[in-house]
């Protein structure tokens, strides 16, 4: 008899997931929404170049409309003509660019924390939640405690979730419905050390229950690691986000960001709550310690776009941002309405209607992605959109009443 090679299938199962996703996608490669090729002027113009078609982006993550500041391009010119190099292509523990260097420092001031800048934060995630899991990723880094039973939110970021194989050679590893504040305390009554992995703005909208989890923090010593890269740079008044924004940095609390969000830039970084932390994480978290971080140029763009951060533009920007977002949720009232994030979703049911509604709007000059399982759970497809500060009111209305105007029979 073969021995059978099944894997044990506790965290993942490409098969079922590939029957169930893999038709829709073939449908919407059909109709022409994936591997789009375009030149763009703007956010609000692409242009396909073979055939002419121009379109707004819907989705862009550029919140604040950075990613064309001339000031930010600039700075990413300014770098690449000081460092005479894209990067210095060793590790970063051996040796950092002292760019590499003032950008952490700049950001940390402007954060109110201990800066770890990472190429992605697929990368920060990939180094830093095995360590939280093992159980040494504490206050000062020496181990001891043993390992952390880690939670992982139902809803949390793909990123985040692949990690779960991992982190499951360390510890146990289990699911939370979306936050779900009683489960969550029951595991942290049942074990002495408990890890909550999240997202602080989730990307298809809706935010973490944060009050609730810092509560649970401050009652069994609960370990926050929470990725809020879709509030980066719009909450708080200098662009900390919506959870630092709302709770001082401590050694049980990891916060990562996106840089290549509303920031403008590129990269990811994980804020931290002392120098310990950082020191430890730049010897053993491994793909974080790696050849390939923050590309030099893109360190300069983010230079810039943190004096930005230090401007009264960046308010500007926010209030231009909370303009178009109210004026979107005034038109076109959607599940997460209100809440003054710019992700929304208008949700159509099944995978193939959400598809097609994708492909009406591009024929009228909007990109918006079609959602579906595993994005979003099965029956729950739909369009995802990002609302941004360089959109004017016509496109925000033109939009809202054409979704309107196709969606009016469901």
């Keep these: 008899m073969t021995e059978s090679i099944l894997g044990p299938r ?5 098969d079922a997931m590939l029957a169930a996703a893999d038709p829709v996608w073939q449908a919407a490669a059909a109709n022409g929404l994936i591997g789009i090729t375009a030149d763009s002027e703007s956010n609000n113009r692409l242009i396909v170049r073979e055939t002419g078609h121009e379109f707004a982006n819907m989705v862009s993550c550029s919140y604040l409309g950075l990613n064309n500041h001339p000031a930010i391009l600039a700075g990413a010119v300014d770098a690449l003509t000081e460092a005479r190099g894209t990067s210095l292509v060793l590790s970063t523990t051996r040796i950092r660019h002292n760019l590499l260097v003032r950008m952490e420092e700049e950001l940390g001031e402007l954060f109110g924390a201990h800066i770890l800048p990472g190429a992605s934060c697929t990368t920060l995630t990939a180094g830093i939640l095995p360590l939280i899991a093992s159980g040494h990723l504490d206050g000062t880094c020496q181990g001891g405690g043993g390992p952390r039973v880690m939670v992982f939110d139902r809803f949390c970021h793909f990123c985040m979730a692949y990690m779960k194989p991992v982190c499951a050679d360390e510890s146990l590893v289990l699911t939370c419905p979306h936050n779900d504040l009683n489960y969550l305390e029951d595991i942290c009554r049942k074990y002495p050390r ?13 935010t973490a229950a944060l009050d609730g989890l810092l ?5 069994y010593g609960l370990f926050l690691y929470i990725d809020d890269s879709h509030s980066l740079s719009i909450a708080g008044e200098r662009g900390e986000g919506y959870v630092r924004s709302r709770l001082e940095m401590n050694p049980l609390t990891v916060i990562t960001a996106s840089l290549g969000k509303a920031f403008g830039t590129s990269g990811g970084v994980a804020m931290l709550g002392n120098r310990e932390q950082f020191e430890f994480l730049h010897r053993h978290a491994g793909p974080i310690g790696w050849s390939q971080n923050i590309p030099l140029p893109m360190v300069g763009a983010s230079l810039a776009s943190a004096a930005i951060h230090r401007s009264p533009e960046l308010g500007e920007l926010q209030a231009k941002l909370a303009r178009n977002i109210e004026l979107f949720d005034e038109l076109l009232p959607t599940t997460f309405a209100g809440n003054g994030l710019p992700v929304r979703r208008v949700d159509v049911g099944e995978g193939e209607r959400a598809v097609k509604l994708s492909a009406q709007l591009f024929e009228r000059g909007f990109y918006s992605s079609a959602v579906f399982f595993p994005i979003v759970p099965k029956g729950e497809a739909g369009l995802r959109l990002m609302l941004r500060a360089d959109m004017d009111e016509r496109l925000i209305r033109e939009f809202a009443g054409h979704v309107k105007e196709l969606t009016a029979d469901l």
Excluded: H, I, K, T
């Design 10 to 14: 506790r965290y993942r199962n490409a």
């Design 194 to 206: 408990v890890a909550y992995v999240a997202d602080g703005a989730y990307s298809m909208g809706g």
């Design 215 to 219: 509560e649970l923090q401050d009652r």
